[in-house]
Every structure is written in C-alpha cells, then in structure tokens.
C-alpha cells in the first residue's frame, strides 16, 4: 500500500512540470496556456528510504523493492468550477479519487509565465480553490439530504448517522472552514470517509520557488507556510525548475547538483516525507536473500492487517510476527544474530507495528 496524492492549482503554477519532474515522464504537457493537463495524468515514484538499501545489503537480497507512491496531475482549475467553469466538473470528480491533496502554489515572478488572474499571490490562489471545494460540497450534501430524507423518516440508522455528518460538515462548510475542521468521533470515522467530500482530504501546500529561493524561500512561500500553520495544514518548499533538471540527471550528478544548490536532498524526498506526515503513514519491512521489501501502513496499524498488506491469506490465517527493529537488526548485522541477542520478538495479534519494524510473518494457509 503506498498513497494516492493528487497535485491541484490553478493553471500556470508548475503543477506538470513538477509531475513531470517527480515521475521522470514527459507524460504531462508542460504548456504556457490553461488546461494543457486535460486528463488527469498517473505516474508512479518509488518512495526513497535508505534503510531498505541498508537491509537488503546486510541480508545480501538479490532484489530491493521499495514501495510506491502515486501522483495525479490533476486539470488546472479556475474560479467556478464548482458550477463546470472550465474543467471544473472533471477536476472534482478526479480529486474524489485521492487520498490527499499536493496544492501547488506559485512562489515565484516570472513576466514569461502568464498567471490565470495577472498577479502572483499564493495565499489567494490557495483561498480560490478552497473556496471552489467548499461550494462544490455544500452543493453536494445538499442534493444528498434531499436523497436522504425518505429513508430517515424511516428510521433507517445508516441514514440517520450520514445525515447527521453531512448537516455537521454542511454547518461548518456555511461558516466558511472546510469540512476537515469538524470534530469527528472515532464510531463515526468509517462513515464520515465514506461520504467522501472534497474539504475532509488532508491538504498539504507546496510552495514552488524559483531556484534562487530553493534553499531559504522567499517572501511568498512565508506567507503560505504562515496561512499552513493556522489551518493546521503541511507545507513544502520545492523548486519545479531544479526538480525537472535533477530528474534527468544520473544519481551521483544529481547529488552534485543538489550540493551546489545548497540542498542536502530532492524534492521528491521532502514531498513525500510530508505526505506521510500528513496521513499518518509508515513503513515496515520484510528482508531476505530473495528481497528486501518496503510496506506503507497506517500508523496504529495491528499486525494481522500489516501482514494483510502482503496478501489477504496472511491476514486470514495470521498466527504471529517474528519482529526485529530496524536498528537492531543493523546494529547486529542480521536476522540470525538478533535471535542470538534476544532481540526478535514474537508478537500477536494486538501488535501494532513499529515504523522500520523487520517483520517475518507466521500463517495458517
């Protein structure tokens, strides 16, 4: 399991030139002109994390396969879009998809790119698509109350519980905050995902600067890291421009770059660190002469359901987990002399995985 994040803004602000640069395709037109991204464009990254290099050579795998996550550049949007302005009715319905949104924000002067509304500023940009999502929720809880009502008259508690949600995300939504705001209880989480509005996805602001800026920002991507920090959101400074070059570049020579940039590492890094951040994310692993594996998990989540990441028998079947921290398992240089050290564990079923936990699962086909 990796993540699903989809890469939003207004046209003209980098968003397919950092896909581009993130994926290493030329799948997504890079264009000076709105809606040049017309269909929403999936590329897949391997999700960078050292320590599976580390594993896979004290384990001596003969193939390293790190988990994936994907990106969805998504059609520029413009103000009415919640009422099809533009691509608007594809741009929403294309954001249901994800489980987060990358909301890339123009930090940057540049008399060659034309910005949709003549004037940079990141903080109203951002305030524009919010708003766009805001109405296209409240549009939409209010045709699903309409939908609902017969079967709450009825006593039906599914719809007694979604109406419930949906008029406590509708009152927040006519307050002007979005839906992500409202107080959710745990009973409730299942139901309140299910309903899969626009403003409840996690939402973290990717300032682009201009090389330049890459290293400390500018005053632009201050002042979005300020409104980040009110709203309790992510925030991430990335250089588009550095990304598309380093991308084409061999390891070594990107490292080179990044040095001389005054970066200690690539965008794509610090992206998806925050992504994972942002929705509680992990990584466990499991190690062997045939492979060293990544696998991303919810933070909390129990053994039988990290094991059912792998496959659904594991899970099924799950007896227990042969568990060894990431830094012991280094610190001792292998699986064998960990057990010699005391250092696996064997855990159940009410385990909850460790980030960099090193897990051997035992099942019941």
């Known amino acids: 399991m990796g993540f699903k994040m989809g890469i939003v803004g207004l046209p003209n602000v980098g968003k397919s030139t950092l896909f581009n ?22 590329g897949e990254v391997a999700v960078p994390d050292s320590r599976l290099d580390q594993l896979a050579a004290i384990a001596a795998s003969k193939q390293i396969i790190p988990t ?19 691509l608007g ?31 940079v500023d990141p903080v109203a ?10 109405l296209a929720d409240i549009e939409s809880i209010e045709k699903r109350l309409q939908g609902l009502s017969r079967k709450v008259r009825g006593g039906d508690k599914e719809a007694v519980q979604q ?56 005053a632009y991507s201050q002042k979005v ?8 959101a992510g925030a991430v400074m990335i250089s588009a421009q550095i990304e598309e070059e380093i991308s084409q570049l061999e390891e070594d020579e990107a490292q080179m770059f990044l040095s001389e940039m ?26 062997g002469p045939k492979e060293a594996r990544a696998w991303t998990i919810a933070q909390g989540t129990l053994a039988p359901q990290a094991a059912g990441v792998i496959h659904g ?4 079947g799950f007896i227990r987990a042969e568990t060894i921290a990431y830094d012991d398992f280094v610190t001792l240089n292998g699986e064998q002399a960990a057990k010699e050290a005391g250092k696996m564990r064997v855990e159940g079923k009410a385990y909850q995985v460790k980030d960099g936990d090193v897990l051997h699962f035992l099942f019941n086909a």
């Open 21 to 42: 640069a993130l994926t290493k395709t030329a799948a997504a037109q890079a264009a000076n002109f709105p809606f040049c991204t017309i269909e929403p464009n999936v």
């Open 68 to 86: 994936r996550m994907t990106f969805v550049d998504i059609a520029g949007l413009v103000k009415g879009a919640s009422k099809g302005e533009g």
């Open 89 to 119: 009715n594809q741009f929403l319905a294309n954001i249901r998809e994800v489980d987060a949104i990358a909301h890339v924000l123009r930090c940057f002067e540049d008399g060659d790119v034309t910005h949709v509304d003549g004037r």
């Open 125 to 134: 940009d951002a305030e524009t698509i919010e708003t766009e999502l805001m």
């Open 163 to 218: 109406e419930r949600l949906l008029k406590a995300a509708l009152s927040a939504l006519e307050e002007g905050v979005p839906a992500r705001s409202v107080a959710i209880d745990t009973e409730d989480a299942k139901a309140w995902k299910s309903l899969q509005l626009l403003t409840t996805k996690p939402i973290l602001f990717v300032c682009n600067v201009d090389e330049e800026s890459a290293a400390n920002g500018n």
């Open 225 to 232: 890291e300020e409104m980040a920090a009110l709203q309790g």
């Open 262 to 287: 005054g970066l200690e590492e690539a965008g794509l890094d610090r992206l998806i660190r925050a992504g994972y951040q942002l929705l509680e994310l992990e990584t466990y692993f499991t190690v």
């Open 313 to 316: 028998d594991f899970e099924r």
